[in-house]
């Protein structure tokens, strides 16, 4: 065979082999684009290909308080952990942990014992590391070392409106809000997350800009609050001088605008630092302020009182007869002090607390109109305040079959009777507010970070009494601070308030001698800026509420007014009563 | 004298410049220039998908490169503002305040402006509403 033939020949069969490969691979698009379009199509649609999904997270929203002060928001920190199986030697090992230990603020000998097995694959060495320490550890350029990003929820002032603002959990479904705002807002907070599918790179990540979907994060909305943190602080911290003087086992203190509704200030003592939920006990996250029911003793007397009167039972100018006694359903009554007090108004009723009047008066109201005012003013449901965990609290009525004619007589001073200490504040309210109920609420705004806001509009629920009667009793429970709870009194304020003091039941009855005291207040009385009330359970050095719980109102309100820009009575009288420039113009 | 071919080894044969060379030899002019065309054609579509592909995975780093900047500027942002709220948290501020030897107020004054409106001051007051993010 020639030269030129065999070249020719190994030409063509080169040729022949290309054009094979040609057509085969020819024909295998043919199948897949033409033919049999629909496996590979299904294949790739049903996540049997490469293609990667990943969730994207969003952002938790943030909570400010009315100033715009941060309360709550998210941080990013590290968990970092090391892989014994890839150090060479024990050298190595002890060379690591004398570089890991200040950053991680651990001993090396700590570190050198969770690295110590060389057999395992990966070890957390620490969790929460801040950025800046994760960013020290990254330069140290150690193969063996990862760092995993987390977010977590932070409280920057720590045990400040712990119970208000709640906290977040994290567990395998991922965080979750519980408690308060974070509990109720949770599905506001929280935000939608995202998805992108996209195909990997080398990695398993997806290719950003291969995204066969991207739907991004929603971010969660941000919570504006009504709460002023000035005014938590000076609560909280009178609070706990209250405790601290009068030995009481805990305390609870609730300040609203009437006009509105809007909580200022909510605390409980004890409390805990959200950021650091896990080191506490299950009953320390309940919130005794919306959760925890009490019997509220004399402050009922308020509603006892202004129920008779809208309902013209009784007259305000009339006078009562006091034994000192009474008996209702077969069960005596005493005033709390057992004396007797002969003729006395309404204002002398509700300044010296007679239980035997209260109870009269709720003889003459009858059980039915006594029972629809305790509902009207709010008891007995939930007074539907933006926070998680609230409890509606109860009282039995005639239609109860354990109810008998003695609860009323009872019930009219706010014994054997259960609410929460927010329940008595919205309802006591709704007297300074003139007669209008209106929904407790916390947040005052939701906004979200493309600059939208839902602003919260004050909710009226109901008219309790008439304003007639709820001005009446307003001056009533004015002259009862002057004459009585002298140490309510708030000076250059016109202070409306009353006392209470109720017994604590236990199994089987009342503690002979344990007590909740508390006070319940609003000022000015023309106006009312604010309405406070302090609960103090159990204290010990007196057991009445307006020995101990009537002095810690009076330094809140008296501090309140400086921070909420009130003046005294005779500056916003005299201001108010100065002609205008144009007035006085020739 | 009789023309004797000489026949050239093997391994000459086989060399890839004389065989394109014999092979192009071979064939028509207009033949070798398609070739050259198509063989040029694929190269450009070679060198566009490479440079395409490059670009890609640049472009690819860079989001993600801008993105963990973002992801890390926004940490950082995050804690400064957990900072400055710690810094600003009243209980600090009292304990500092009172180490510069400040005391609480125990009365506030008011002063009395002509033209002054409380009721407008106060309904200001009331309808107020910060949100500062």
């Avoid at chain 1, 040609?22 to 490469?50: E, I, M, N």
């Avoid at chain 1, 009445?544 to 109102?553: L, N, R, T, Y």
């Avoid at chain 2, 957990?82 to 107020?105: C, D, H, N, T």
């Amino acid at each position: 065979m020639s030269v030129e033939r065999a070249t020719r020949l190994r030409l063509i069969v080169v040729m022949a082999m290309l054009g094979v490969a040609l057509l085969t691979l020819t024909a295998q698009l043919l199948r897949w684009q033409v033919f049999d379009r629909a496996t590979p199509l299904a294949y790739a649609q049903h996540g049997g290909s490469k293609w990667v999904q990943k969730s994207l997270k969003p952002q938790r929203g943030l909570i400010y308080d009315y100033d715009g002060m941060l309360l709550a928001c998210n941080l990013t920190t590290y968990s970092v952990g090391a892989s014994p199986n890839a150090m060479p030697d024990e050298a190595y090992r002890r060379k690591f942990a004398e570089k890991m230990a200040p950053l991680l603020g651990q001993e090396p000998t700590a570190i050198m014992e969770k690295i110590a097995d060389a057999s395992r694959v990966y070890v957390r060495l620490a969790d929460h590391v801040p950025q800046e320490t994760a960013r020290e550890i990254a330069q140290l350029n150690y193969l063996i070392v990862t760092l995993e990003e987390r977010t977590r929820r932070v409280y920057p002032h720590g045990s400040l409106a712990a119970h208000l603002l709640g906290f977040v959990t994290s567990d395998l479904a991922g965080y979750r809000g519980s408690y308060g705002v974070e509990g109720f807002y949770e599905s506001v907070l929280r935000g939608k997350p995202g998805i992108g599918v996209a195909e990997p790179d080398p990695w398993g990540e997806p290719i950003p800009i291969a995204m066969a979907q991207y739907t991004p994060p929603e971010d969660g909305k941000n919570l504006h609050l009504s709460m002023r943190h000035t005014a938590q602080y000076l609560v909280e911290r009178e609070l706990a001088q209250a405790l601290r003087e009068s030995g009481a086992e805990s305390g609870t203190a609730v300040v609203l605008q009437p006009r509105n509704g809007a909580i200022i200030a909510m605390a409980s003592l004890p409390t805990y630092d959200p950021n650091r939920y896990a080191d506490e006990t299950y009953e320390m996250f309940i919130d005794p302020a919306i959760s925890t029911i009490y019997e509220p003793g004399s402050v009922i007397k308020v509603v006892t009182v202004a129920a008779a009167l809208d309902s013209g039972v009784i007259d305000q100018n009339e006078t009562f007869y006091d034994p000192g006694a009474i008996e209702v359903g077969g069960n005596p009554i005493y005033n709390p002090d057992r004396q007797a007090y002969g003729s006395v108004d309404l204002t002398t009723v509700l300044g010296k607390s007679l239980n035997v009047e209260a109870a009269q008066i709720a003889v003459r109201l009858g059980p039915e109109r006594f029972y629809h005012y305790l509902r009207r003013f709010g008891f007995g449901s939930l007074t539907g305040v933006d926070l998680a965990g609230e409890v509606p609290g109860g009282f039995k009525t005639p239609d109860d079959p354990e109810w008998s004619e003695s609860d009323l007589g009872t019930n009219s001073f706010g014994q054997a009777l259960a609410a929460t200490p927010l329940q008595v504040a919205v309802a006591i309210a709704s007297v300074a507010n003139g007669g209008l109920l209106m929904r407790p609420y916390v947040v005052q705004a939701i906004t979200d970070n493309d600059g939208n806001s839902v602003i919260t509009a004050p909710k009226p629920i109901r008219r309790t009494v008439t304003a007639q009667t709820a001005h009446t009793i307003t001056r009533m429970l004015e002259r009862a601070v002057e004459q009585e709870t002298v140490l309510a009194r708030v000076p250059g304020y016109r202070v409306a308030g009353k006392s209470g003091t109720a017994q604590v039941y236990v199994a089987g009855g009342y503690h002979p001698t344990a007590t909740i005291a508390s006070f319940i207040g609003y000022l000015p009385v023309d106006d009312p800026a604010v309405l406070i009330l302090v609960v103090l359970r159990r204290p010990q050095t007196s057991p009445w509420g307006s020995q101990v719980a009537a002095p810690v109102f009076a330094r809140i309100a008296k501090e309140l007014m400086v921070l909420l820009d009130v003046p005294p009575d005779a500056v916003r009288q005299h201001v108010t009563d100065l002609p205008t420039p144009t007035a006085i113009q020739p | 004298m009789k023309n004797v071919q000489t026949v050239p080894p093997v391994q000459t044969l086989l060399r890839p410049g004389r065989l394109v060379h014999r092979f192009v030899g071979h064939m028509e002019q207009r033949n070798a220039l398609g070739i050259l065309l198509i063989v040029l054609l694929i190269s450009l579509v070679g060198w566009l998908y490479l440079t395409q592909a490059y670009m890609i995975s640049a472009a690819n780093l860079q989001i993600e490169q801008s993105r963990q900047k973002l992801r890390e500027i926004e940490a950082e942002n995050a804690t400064l503002r957990v900072e400055i709220a710690k810094w600003e948290s009243l209980s600090r501020v009292e304990e500092r305040a009172r180490a510069l030897g400040f005391a609480p107020a125990t009365s506030a004054f008011y002063l009395s402006v002509p033209g002054y409106s409380f009721e407008e001051a106060s309904a200001w007051q009331a309808n107020r509403l910060e949100i500062n993010p």
